[in-house]
């Protein structure tokens, strides 16, 4: 099956600096890649996503990279608030069933 | 309301108890999934259903029964529960297409098993 490898695991950013996570999957069929963000105490909920079509995809201060021959996929954050502070998780899916890494707990620093 | 509900959101049950949790999803989506989410480890399958027909069980113990009885509504039903189930679990529903789509959570059930 697939492996989702994420890391790092924990994360401390001053306030107004990028933030990186990278992720690697194992599946070469895996096609799609989204991204969630979970806040303390709430549900996970989708950010952004990739299909293996794309390399690149932007969404306001967040984008998502992926490179199919290496296997792998980062979560860039510019202009970090202390909103965005939150556990992300990445995934990777060829069908239904999506397969997730273990989560980086982002704190952003006033 | 809207999305993906669960209830409970809590419940704290002895390992002789038997419960059930409950999630609705109001999103005209066909698939539905539980996962469990224990602290410090990466989000756990454990159940897909898929035109209310069972499609993946993660190798999830029998005290673990799930329940689809149409497209909107998924049970979790619970007994004799062990101390490491306690988690939260999280339902979930997507637009099943094969080509992978997002999966919308609900709030979850903090479980606890005492």
């Known amino acids: 099956g697939e492996n989702v490898e994420q890391h790092p695991s924990t994360l401390s950013v001053q306030e107004g600096d990028s933030a990186v996570i990278k992720c690697t999957y194992s599946d070469s069929a895996s096609n799609y890649f989204p991204w969630y963000k979970q806040e303390l105490g709430k549900r996970p909920q989708l950010i952004i996503d990739?299909?293996?079509?794309?390399g690149e995809k932007k969404d306001q201060r967040i984008a998502v990279t992926l490179n199919k021959t290496a296997k792998h996929f980062s979560l860039h954050i510019t202009e970090t608030q202390p909103e965005d502070s939150a556990v992300y998780f990445c995934?990777?899916?060829?069908?239904?069933?999506?397969?997730f890494g273990a989560g980086t707990t982002v704190t952003v620093r006033a | 309301e809207t999305g993906v509900t669960q209830t409970p959101r809590h419940l704290v049950m002895g390992m002789t108890n038997k419960k059930s949790l409950k999630c609705e999803q109001h999103?005209?989506?066909?698939?539905m999934y539980w996962y469990k989410q224990s602290a410090k480890k990466p989000l756990e399958l454990m159940f897909v259903?898929?035109?209310?027909?069972?499609?993946e069980n993660n190798s999830v113990p029998s005290r673990f029964s799930p329940e689809c009885p149409n497209s909107s509504h998924l049970f979790l039903h619970l007994h004799t529960l062990q101390p490491e189930d306690s988690a939260l679990y999280l339902c979930a529903s997507s637009q099943d297409s094969g080509q992978g789509a997002e999966q919308y959570f609900g709030p979850g059930t903090r479980l606890t098993v005492t």
């Open positions: 990739i299909r293996s079509n794309v």
């Open positions: 995934a990777a899916s060829s069908g239904y069933k999506l397969s």
């Open positions: 999103l005209g989506h066909n698939a």
């Open positions: 259903y898929s035109l209310e027909e069972r499609v």
